[in-house]
């Protein structure tokens, strides 16, 4: 898959960077994307919902009124959950919510999103960006150029950049991340995928040594 690499102006470099079909052309499987998805939600919960059962709310330990002879309903005590004030029966504890993925199940999600996002279109590769120091305006202008300026999109680079990242952390529609910190819900959450051209290069580089090896 041949893309054109654009530079900040938004124009043709006149270079272009092959994308493995391995990679962006594979058949993408659905139920791998949603388990990678649901895996990635669970991790951000913070599994912290706690009620109270009887044993821990206020209220006396003794019983209510004799067993027999009131004509009444047997009862314990006044912390019993049938009564306003007692305890939940069956609430939510403390608990994490996180679960395993075999890698390389998660490696064939990442591999399915990028295949759904190559199949429409919604990959850029752009020339590897320098700058001296973090500028938010200068990485806005370049997204307005590329026509992703108003879509939610994710900067995706060769090695982390701080200035790079810094700029583009004010602009609140572009998520700036590294390669080796991409992960299938952020693919699958962006309209656009911007690759810097080293970052596409390191896919190719990446799959020729999975194959020499």
């Known amino acids: 898959m041949q893309i054109e690499v654009l530079n900040i102006e938004g124009k043709s470099t006149g270079r272009s960077v092959e994308l493995p079909d391995d990679i962006f052309g594979a058949e993408p499987n659905d139920h791998v994307i949603y388990l990678a998805v649901k ?37 314990g005590n006044i912390r019993n959950p049938l009564y306003k004030g007692g305890g939940t029966i069956f609430g939510p504890k403390p608990r994490d919510y996180s679960f395993k993925l075999n890698k390389k199940v998660k490696d064939l999600a990442k591999i399915s999103a990028l295949s759904y996002k190559a199949k429409a279109n919604a990959i850029l590769v752009v020339e590897d960006i320098s700058l001296e120091a ?74 020729e040594e999975a194959v020499e090896a």
Request: aromatic letters at 4%; glycine letters at 6%.
């Open 134 to 207: 973090p500028k938010t305006k200068t990485l806005a202008t370049a997204l307005s150029k590329w026509n992703v300026g108003e879509k939610k999109s994710m900067f995706i680079l060769a090695e982390p950049n701080e200035n790079i990242e810094l700029s583009l952390r004010n602009v609140p529609s572009v998520l700036a991340l590294p390669l080796s910190d991409i992960n299938t819900y952020d693919i699958v959450n962006s309209e656009v995928l911007v690759l810097s051209e080293g970052a596409a290069k390191i896919f190719s580089e990446d799959l």
């Open 39 to 75: 895996q990635f939600l669970a991790a951000q919960r913070q599994g912290t919902n706690k009620v109270k059962t009887r044993a821990e709310v206020q209220g006396a330990s003794r019983k209510l009124h004799k067993q027999k002879g009131t004509g009444g309903s047997r009862k």
